[in-house]
């Protein structure tokens, strides 16, 4: 990235009392021009009470729609507005209508990977770095869970006190970190430690000696004093991961093919620029929006810990 990209986005946050915000998977270059990076959670808290009249959400669709809910009054910008989570619409309305006619005490737990239309028809939000901590603190016995069947699954095992349903949706980044790239990777740096996303499918967690969110991965390779890391997430990490840990000779592994997430890469630091400059790829409100932003506010109110940026 040419200094002068980074001089124009500068000038341009001063001139419209703009924010950048980024989430790890896009491209180092363009976490470099950032304000905030950070995971879904840490993001959506920081959306929550950010004042600047402008945001620039360095992510995908649904975090847009994510700041626009939590914050309605500030003009939210996509830097590339075809940039979509596929798992996101991965849930069929009509399953979260008969699970709630089949059990009379339910609550639908939504991944934020999700449209604000499904979110509207949540009870509460839930991320990675969350998950667990909300549904264990839910009154209902009983948790449908999407749009991630790996997450709701790793949920499941962490509170066995509660019946999980799952649906059939999931990151198709994550989905494809095969187990057999993971164990050769971790035969190849002896003394290795293995951390997974729990988007991750199960028999790669099964192998993972870390689970967590994106921000409790980069939080784990820092405070280790392991040597080598695999790291069964997006590659996009790489880039905080190298910057805090710079000088101690840490290492990071990908399993290959090194898992990359195409509408995340395609947030470059030109788009950042051009959509400061012109204003484009506003983020509507989205539809029902009172009813999308409930569900986020629980999650905000019941969640404790978790999230992470800078
Ligand atoms: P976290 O930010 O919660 O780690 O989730 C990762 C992700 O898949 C975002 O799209
Ligand atoms: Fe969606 Fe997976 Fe990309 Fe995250 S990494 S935005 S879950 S496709």
Do not use: W
Not at 66 to 71: F, G, I, P
Not at 159 to 182: S, T, Y
Not at 268 to 296: F, I, M, Q, Y
């Amino acid at each position: 990235m040419g200094q002068d990209i980074r001089e124009a986005v500068e000038r341009l946050k001063r001139e419209r009392d703009a924010v950048v915000l980024a989430h790890y998977y896009v491209p180092g270059e363009t976490q470099g021009l950032a304000d905030f990076v950070g995971d879904s959670f840490a993001l959506a808290r920081i959306a929550a009470t950010c004042d600047a009249s402008t945001v620039v959400m360095a992510g995908v669709r649904f975090m847009g729609e994510s700041v626009k809910l939590l914050n309605p009054g500030r003009r939210v910008l996509l830097p590339e507005p075809a940039a979509d989570c596929p798992m996101a619409h991965m849930v069929d309305p009509a399953f979260v209508a008969r699970c709630r006619a089949e059990e009379d005490d339910l609550a639908v737990a939504c991944y934020v990977n999700s449209t604000a239309a499904l979110k509207a028809l949540s009870d509460v939000c839930v991320t990675s770095s969350n998950a667990v901590d909300v549904v264990r603190a839910l009154p209902q016995r009983t948790v449908l869970f999407i749009p991630d069947e790996n997450l709701g699954r790793f949920v499941a095992g962490q509170v066995p006190e509660k019946r999980v349903i799952l649906n059939p949706g999931c990151c198709p980044v994550h989905r494809d970190i095969p187990a057999a790239a993971v164990a050769a990777e971790r035969d190849r740096h002896p003394g290795a430690l293995v951390l997974a996303h729990p988007e991750c499918p199960a028999d790669v967690l099964a192998l993972a000696d870390v689970v967590g969110s994106t921000a409790e991965i980069i939080r784990a390779v820092e405070g280790s004093d392991a040597a080598d890391f695999v790291v069964c997430t997006v590659e996009g990490v790489g880039h905080e991961i190298a910057r805090r840990c710079e000088g101690t000779g840490k290492r990071v592994h990908f399993p290959a093919p090194a898992p990359r997430c195409p509408d995340m890469a395609g947030i470059t630091p030109e788009k950042v620029l051009a959509c400061l400059e012109t204003g484009s790829g506003e983020v509507p409100l989205p539809p029902d929006a009172d009813a999308a932003r409930a569900p986020l506010e629980r999650m905000l109110e019941l969640s404790a810990r978790g999230g992470g940026a800078r």
